[in-house]
């Protein structure tokens, strides 16, 4: 019995070291992509800063969404790898102080650019609040303590969620209430929903209930998992 659980031990750690450097390989090209569109994009602003011609505004657009995939692309890969660590019960969380305003902004900022069919709006503390940065706003931190890259990741599967099912478009809305002590995320839109039966499942490894499966849209149903 101790030599078969050697046995998958060593196979289990053959595992992950296959994956971490198929991530290592996978990630340095979508790295140098992801720069290199940033630069263009850049350029691009600073050259044509008071063009405002149909032709510039496609070209930002499209760096722009370029940026956005590419940092899905390499979501999806930390994704796979968090969900092997879990399995081998290696999953660590680093703690530290996180705005929740300022994470859920910026990952709004990055939809908005993409999902033109979408009215995406934001709500703090019942006041709707601008998701440009650009746009001036006073709003107050709110503080918690957590792994800023894995409350990243629940915040983007949520809203991202809210977008994919919701392909005709129509209002996401965000919101962040902040009261006694508490903090509430919500994410509201006008999709097809999940069946109140199915509802207790969504956090299982690769489900996807039986109407998301009937969309175009795709998933690997680990995101809630996660």
């Known amino acids: 019995l101790k030599a078969e659980e050697a046995t998958l031990r060593d196979m289990l750690n053959q595992k992950e070291e296959f994956l971490l450097l198929a991530a290592h390989e996978l990630k340095n090209p979508l790295t140098a992509i992801l720069g290199q569109a940033q630069v263009l994009r850049l350029r691009l602003n600073r050259t044509f800063h008071h063009d405002a011609s149909q032709q510039t505004h496609e070209l930002v657009r499209g760096l722009e969404s370029i940026e956005h995939q590419t940092r899905r692309i390499t979501q999806m890969i930390n994704t796979l790898m968090e969900v092997n660590r879990i399995e081998l019960d290696r999953l660590e969380l680093d703690f530290q102080e996180v705005d929740l305003f300022q994470l859920v902004q910026r990952i709004l900022q990055d939809y908005l650019r993409v999902t033109p069919k979408h009215e995406m709006s934001f709500f703090v503390n019942g006041q709707q609040v601008p998701i440009l940065s650009d746009e001036k706003v006073t709003v107050a931190p709110i503080l918690v ?82």
């Open 145 to 226: 303590q957590g792994d800023e890259n894995r409350l990243d990741q629940i915040i983007d599967n949520l809203i991202g969620n809210a977008i994919k099912y919701s392909p005709d478009g129509g209002p996401v809305i965000t919101s962040l209430q902040q009261t006694d002590g508490e903090i509430e995320l919500a994410v509201e839109d006008s999709g097809i929903g999940v069946p109140v039966e199915e509802q207790a499942r969504l956090t299982e490894r690769f489900y996807r209930a039986a109407n998301a499966q009937s969309t175009t849209s795709k998933g690997l149903g680990i995101g809630l998992y996660l």
